[in-house]
Structures are given as C-alpha cells and as structure tokens.
C-alpha cells in the first residue's frame, strides 16, 4: 500500500500553496505565563502542499506557538484557524485536523511498536489499518522490531516510532517540534523525503527547526526571536551567519517583551476571526478538509475501549500500580489484625473506619502512581490531544481506577473474615462501597489531573482529595456500621449520601474537566 494511502490522500494531489485559502492560520497569538510573555501578536498561514520551517533560539517561542496551534495551550489572546473550526473555542474542532509530533515521543514502554501506534489509532479515531501500521514502520526502518517492547529503544528508535505516529494520522495539518532529534544522517533524510512526501499530497506541515542547513526542504522559513516574528522567507536567505545576525538583533525587544506584552483585544473584538466562510470557497480537497468528520458514538466509545484496553494490557505486564495497592491492603490488614485482638462488638464498630480509610489511601495511592506515570512519559499531552470530548479521558481513566479499587475492596472483604472473623459480604456493605469506589476513583481521577501540571503533584493530590472525600469517606462508614448494628432505616439515609455525592461529583466533572486539563 502507498505511503499515506490509508489516511485519504490521492497520489496525485498536488496543491499549490498560492491557488488556495491557508489550511493553517494562527490570527495575531499571544501567549503570557504569569507575567512573563512568550509570545506576541504572532500571525502565521501555511496552505495546502507548503512546508513551513520556524527558525529562531532557544527560547524563541517556537514549541510554544505548536502547542498553541495544537490545542494544548490556550493563548492568552488571538485565534487558532483550520476549516470552520477556531480554537478558542472549538479546540475539538481543531484538534481532529492536527497531528502533533512534540518533544515527547507519546509512547508507552511496556507496549510495542505495533500496539503503540494501534492504540492512537484507535484513541483518534483513524483508519484502524494494519497495513499502514507495517508501511509507517518500514518507512522509519523499524519493521523488524515492530513486535518489540518499546523499552528496549535507543533514543534514535523512539524518534523514529514518535515520526511513524505522526505521519500515520490522515490530519490536513502536521505540526513537528524538532523532528530530526536523535536521528542519524540517513534517518534525517529519510524523515524529510516522508514530510515532502506528504505536503505533495496536500497537507500543510509546519516544522520547527534549529539547523539552518537541514531547512531547504521547505517552502518557507519564519524566524522568531524572543517570542516575535522578525523576518519570513525563502529558505536560502536564511544561513547561519545571517541567522545569528537575526538572532542578535532581535534579542533587544526581548526584555520588553518579557515584562510588558500586547494590549489584549476583547472577545468581541477578536471574534471576527471566527466569522464562517462565504459559501463556494474552497479550503482544500474533500478528502483532506475533515479527515474525522462527525465522532458521534461508536467512535466515542471505540476511544474509551482504547484507553481501557491501553491501560489494563500496561498494568498486566508491569504491575505498577497493582503491586502496591495489594501490598498495601495486605500489610495493613495483616498488622491491623494482629495488633487488635477485637472483639464482635468492637470489631463492628472500628473494622468500618480501618476499611473505607485503606479504600481512601489505596485512591490516592493508586490513582496518583497510574496518573504521574503518564505524565513523566509524557504520554499525557497525546491523550489530550484526542479529537472529541476530553471528559472521554476521564471516563476512561475512572474505569481503570475503579477496577483497582474493587480488587482493594475484595480482598478486604476476604481478610475481614480470617483476621477479625467478621462477614462483610452483606448485598448492602457491597453497594456502599461500591458507590464508595465509583466516588473515590471520579473525585481522585479529576483531582491527579488538576495537580498533574505541578512539580509536587503526587504531594498535593492527598492534600486535596483527603478533604474533597471527608463526606464519601464518613458516609461509607457511618453506613457500614449501621448495617452491621442491623439498623436497616439508618444506613439508607447513607446510602442515599453517597448517591447523591456520586452525581454531583460527575455532573461537576463533566463541566470542568475540559478547562482543568487545558493550560
């Protein structure tokens, strides 16, 4: 099958950047963290068949203006184009057209080469084509290993992977930070006959660069300096001597901008770049103006299915998460029950309070392990970047926890009965924790992702779920213990509480989850 063939291009699409409408237009991008500004008043267009090569710095702004351009970052002021869709707001929209290779490879070690790219098949909704999978890896020169767990990769290799799931994705738009690390001079070669390849047959790549002498594959160059854009051009004009001259020069505004920044347009004076297009104007070609069209359900769910499977096939085989948490259950219940020789009459009472608080630590031990694993793998950013709804990651994620926590929950129950000879396995004891682990793993799902972005984040996910789970955690407790007291009326009033906390703690989720995980 054809390089791409799968993704809906025809082999003999062209498109000339100059007889169409940009693909790609980022309206006058602002981009401030705190006080300090990292971009200003950026405007930039790529169209159907360019390749645009952004130049400039350490620091320049460049990985930045990507991720703004792919959803990741909201900018603080301007508009992200692509077709009908602009982000702000619709970064759904915009996200089903782009297709992002970042510094991170966005790859899972304890799945292979195949599974890897099978997987964001699935989680973006493309073409679930095995044959594209076998011709992306025998383009990068990984077909051999394609069976391999991607732990055992060089750096070179990941690169290589990371370029394969990229350019696997059907998107009109292909955004590349730095695409050329850690390849070798073949495989640097390799790469920009692939991005030439692919702009032929129409998409619009923007490509951010360092060296000036691997840059004259593209079409174009802009360069950015201390978060401005202060020249644009053909390839050739843009050598390493005159680039450090650029670079000097434009290293003097730089400190302005870092302590002033642009004077920021309303709402109503930036919305007109979202203003529909005037029927009859052609974007670019069918095949390439919506390569995911309407997700509607089935996709939906054959992206939770993805996450899902991703996440259970990971944990069967390194047991990361799965290990402590039984330890945990285990020792705890072990020394609980030797230490207090209890009896029925204590055990009633305080057995509840030694369970729903392991069911609480075992939450955050385990929702914040799974959690930070994928954000220093960095596999994180390509889960937000799935077209759609993004409170699907949440449902997805919650899943997977609340599996976990029912397996805390059964061998607790087990335990009860060999260290503290007491039968929890009451219908009502199973719906109360149950209901408690529906709680624990939502509330816990949605807070690791609020603390994700923080350096002290498996710190701070405690600090604030301990408090946020008080109500569930008391409630559970308060009912168990009425159940095993046999007082049928009060562990409804419980059961009830715990109810109504689970529908509110999902009925907020569903609202905020979208603004929690976007930065």
């Keep these: 099958m054809p390089w791409g063939a799968s993704g809906g291009f025809p082999l003999d699409t062209c498109c000339a950047a100059v007889d169409r409408l940009p693909m790609l237009q980022l309206e006058r991008i602002s981009k401030a963290f705190g006080p300090r500004w990292v971009l200003w008043e950026i405007s930039l267009a790529a169209h159907p068949g360019e390749i645009v090569a952004l130049m400039g710095p350490n620091g320049a702004g460049k990985s930045t203006l990507l991720r703004v351009a792919a959803t990741l970052l909201r900018p603080t002021s301007g508009r992200v184009r692509i077709g009908d869709s602009c982000w702000p707001p619709d970064g759904a929209g915009v996200r089903a057209q782009v297709s992002l290779l970042s510094h991170q490879p966005w790859l899972y070690p304890d799945l292979s080469a195949e599974e890897n790219l099978r997987f964001y098949q699935r989680l973006y909704g493309w073409p679930e084509d095995p044959e594209a999978i076998e011709e992306a890896l025998r383009r990068m020169g990984l077909a051999d290993r394609a069976r391999d767990p991607v732990r055992s990769f060089s750096r070179g290799m990941l690169q290589r992977l990371a370029l394969a799931r990229a350019f696997l994705s059907p998107a009109p738009v292909l955004l590349l930070d730095e695409p050329f690390t850690g390849l070798d001079v073949l495989g640097i070669e390799e790469t920009r006959e692939v991005i030439r390849e692919l702009a032929a047959r129409g998409r619009a790549v923007v490509v951010a660069l360092h060296d000036p002498a691997i840059a004259d594959f593209a079409h174009r160059v802009v360069v950015l300096v201390g978060g401005r854009l202060i020249a644009e051009g053909a390839p050739m004009a843009f050598r390493e001597k005159a680039l450090q001259e650029l670079y000097q020069a434009g290293m003097a505004p730089r400190r302005r901008l870092a302590t002033g920044g642009p004077a920021l347009r309303s709402e109503e004076g930036s919305s007109s770049l979202c203003v529909e297009r005037s029927p009859g104007v052609d974007l670019a070609p069918a095949e390439i103006r919506s390569p995911h069209g309407a997700r509607g359900k089935g996709r939906e769910l054959r992206a939770l299915r993805a996450l899902l499977g991703k996440d259970l096939r990971i944990e069967g085989r390194g047991r990361e998460t ?198």
């Design 322 to 519: 799965l290990t402590p948490l039984l330890t945990l259950a285990g020792l705890s219940l072990f020394l609980f029950g030797t230490a207090f020789e209890l009896r029925p009459d204590l055990a009633r009472s305080f057995v509840p309070v030694f369970f729903w608080m392991l069911l609480l630590f075992a939450s955050s031990l385990g929702v914040g392990r799974m959690m930070a694993a994928e954000m220093d793998r960095g596999t994180w950013e390509g889960l937000l970047m799935v077209p759609g709804d993004r409170s699907l990651l949440f449902a997805g994620k919650a899943m997977v926890h609340g599996l976990l926590l029912g397996l805390v929950i059964l061998i607790s129950l087990a335990a009860a009965g060999v260290f503290f000879h007491l039968s929890l396995w009451d219908p009502g004891i199973l719906l109360l924790m149950a209901l408690g682990a529906i709680g624990l793993s939502g509330g816990t799902t949605l807070l690791a992702a609020m603390a994700m972005a923080t350096r002290s984040r498996e710190l701070l996910l405690p600090i604030l779920l301990f408090p946020v789970a008080a109500p569930l955690v008391i409630a559970g407790i308060q009912g168990t213990r009425a159940i095993l007291e046999v007082d049928p009326s009060g562990w409804s009033m419980w059961l009830q509480i715990l109810i109504a906390y689970d529908l509110l703690l999902f009925a907020v989720t569903g609202m905020v989850f979208e603004e929690v995980v976007s930065a």
